[in-house]
């Protein structure tokens, strides 16, 4: 692994310089390696231009030159001829460095040791001089002394990174949390967390991925720095060899995601290394998170793995937690919604109609001296009664489960009328008679509802429309005397040529 930090790459090009200058050496090299496959992740020199650190490639090969016998041996190593083979190891005899530079560079003698944290060989300290045997246990003793100085600030800063990295997945895995138990939709929700844990890996995508009917997975929600509507709704189809693993709740790490064979889906040839992570809880498996990065990419390590799969954990309990108090909030509404209704029809309704008997019981006894008052009880009558339907369309509404598509025709009726009311800027009004629901079916219920939409949108056209009023009537009567529906929609605004608006009449039979 690298070290990082500005102070580390410092230190570790003066330990490789005060090297060089004290053992007298022509060329330093402290080269640091990724753990498993050995290639070189960063390089420090002394007294080589960067046409000499080409050359000497082959000798600074983490796998088959003097660094590859470094950490193969993990000990330290002196060589006075790396033409002739000659060594004078500090222990057992190791392999003889192969890849010798090329003869140009003029590296003869050659003194290595390893950068050892544990039993862990993060990359090795060389020095070469031009002459053959030029270096002594003397120096080979201080290169070893050095080494290890190297190998701790190494050390020390992996372990100040693990923790910034550990901090980091932490704080995600809590903003998660407090960003999912705030309401968010189940889109939302999922779509917050592939963001933030693509953000945490360096990946180039978050993703989250979801059983499917047919027992296949397909992406459900994304993020990427770019558009995402590429990535939502491919789909991982039954018989991929990685799709037993993910239905089954493992972990999956993928090195090249282009090559792997146990991938099939069509955007795999973007990326390149990849965590599949399972999000489940209790038992039940919500999905999978994926996280590839792109082709060419670092590849995740251990300690990335390991910070990712407890995010995925973590997140996953969020998301359970959201999804409960998603519906205890959604029960709460019903069951306020419930006690409004019931309110008003046991107070509202109750005396509504009674006010309406009252009237109608004066307005039926001689009024005939009485013409006006007559006149004026028979609209009060009339208002009451309209009044009554309206506020039992109310109470209907109300008993809806919030947040679902109505099941009801009368249900749908009110769906569009309350779409129509963010346009129009006040509500229709809507009253119904008969047994609506009962009576009105597929297909005449889709017609009427065509017919309907279109007199709303007609009513938003015109100006100085203040009001509408629907009416669904399930009991009347065509002029055959079969049984129809009848839809009447008028409003009080005005044509262009200023006449008052047409009022729409539908009628089929049932």
Do not use: N
């Amino acid at each position: 692994m690298a070290g990082t930090g500005i102070d580390l790459r410092t230190t570790l090009q003066h330990i490789v310089d005060t090297a060089t200058a004290l053992a007298g050496a022509r060329h330093g090299a402290l080269a640091l390696l990724h753990g498993e496959d050995r290639h070189v992740t960063d390089l420090f020199t002394t007294g080589m231009s960067e046409a000499e650190r080409r050359a000497a490639g082959p000798l600074l090969d983490g796998r088959t030159g003097a660094l590859g016998v470094l950490v193969g041996d993990a000990q330290a190593v002196r060589v006075d001829d790396l033409t002739a083979g000659t060594h004078h190891p500090g222990g057992t005899p190791p392999a003889h460095p192969r890849g010798t530079p090329p003869a140009h560079l003029r590296m003869r003698s050659f003194l290595g040791a390893p950068l050892r944290v544990h039993t862990e060989v993060l990359g090795s300290l060389c020095l070469t001089a031009e002459e053959p045997g030029h270096f002594t246990d003397t120096e080979l003793a201080l290169l070893r002394l050095l080494a290890s100085q190297a190998a701790a600030a190494i050390g020390g800063a992996h372990l100040y990174e693990v923790a910034r990295q550990r901090e980091h997945w932490i704080e995600g895995a809590a903003a998660v949390t407090r960003a999912l138990l705030t309401g968010a939709g189940t889109t939302d929700a999922l779509t917050t967390v592939a963001e933030r844990a693509r953000v945490l890996a360096g990946a180039a995508a978050g993703v989250i991925l979801q059983p499917t009917p047919g027992g296949g997975m397909e992406i459900v929600a994304a993020s990427t720095p770019d558009d995402p509507a590429g990535l939502v709704g491919t789909a991982i189809e039954p018989g991929s060899p990685v799709l037993v693993q993910l239905l089954g709740g493992e972990e999956v790490f993928i090195e090249d995601s282009a090559t792997d064979e146990r991938m099939t889906t069509p955007v795999r040839s973007r990326f390149g290394p990849s965590m599949m992570l399972p999000l489940q809880s209790g038992g039940r498996l919500i999905g999978t998170l994926a996280l590839p990065r792109r082709r060419g990419g670092a590849p995740y390590t251990e300690t990335d793995r390991l910070l990712a799969s407890q995010f995925a954990s973590q997140a996953a309990l969020a998301l359970v937690m959201a999804d409960a108090q998603h519906y205890r909030e959604q029960l709460a509404v019903y069951e306020d919604r419930d006690r409004i209704a019931r309110d008003l029809h046991d107070l509202v309704v109750q005396r509504l109609f009674a006010t309406e008997m009252m009237l109608e019981s004066t307005r039926r006894k001689d009024l005939a001296g009485d013409t006006e008052t007559a006149e004026l009880l028979a609209k009060a009558v009339d208002e009451l009664d309209s009044t009554i339907q309206e506020v039992r369309t109310t109470i209907f509404a109300l008993q809806q489960p919030p947040a679902e598509a109505p099941a009801t025709f009368r249900g749908r009726v009110l769906r569009e009328t309350g779409g129509a009311a963010a346009v129009l800027g006040f509500q229709p009004s809507v009253q119904f008679t008969g047994a609506v629901d009962a009576l009105v079916t597929e297909p005449v219920d889709g017609e009427l509802l065509d017919v309907l939409r279109g007199a709303l949108a007609a009513a938003h056209r015109r100006t100085g429309v203040s009001a509408v009023e629907v009416e669904v009537d399930a009991a009347a009567r065509l002029p055959d005397g079969r049984a129809a529906v009848r839809l009447v929609v008028a409003d009080d605004g005005r044509t262009e040529d200023g006449a008052r608006s047409p009022t729409v009449i539908w009628q089929a039979p049932l």
